[in-house]
């Protein structure tokens, strides 16, 4: 499903709708929009071309483990980790999708 967004993006990173209608860079470091609202993958830097809220997606940058791993909300904005985020309390581990193959994920 393509949404049209406002804002800045990035191709094949993961953005989070903010409450004024436009689309940042998501990170679970913080129990907040960015870790419980609507997330996409953006499709091209182009606002024209919209976000995947739900699909296979090539991602920018390997989430890293194996083929099935559990794909998670990265501390880095705008990427997506196998690894469980872990830490501090404000720290959020939250799933995303399944890694398909290098740089591709099924993302849900």
Request: charged share 10%.
């Amino acid at each position: 499903m393509l949404l049209g967004y406002t804002g800045s993006a990035v191709a094949g990173e993961c953005h989070y709708l903010r409450n004024t209608g436009a689309w940042a860079l998501a990170a679970g470091t913080s129990v907040s929009t960015q870790s419980t609202g609507l997330l996409a993958i953006a499709v091209s830097s182009d606002p024209a071309d919209g976000l995947i809220t739900r699909g296979i997606v090539y991602l920018l940058t390997d989430p890293g483990g194996s083929i099935g791993d559990v794909v998670y909300l990265a501390t880095t904005n705008g990427d997506l980790t196998t690894t469980p985020v872990s830490g501090t309390p404000s720290l959020v581990s939250r799933v995303v999708g399944y890694k398909l193959d290098t740089n591709i994920i099924m993302f849900n």
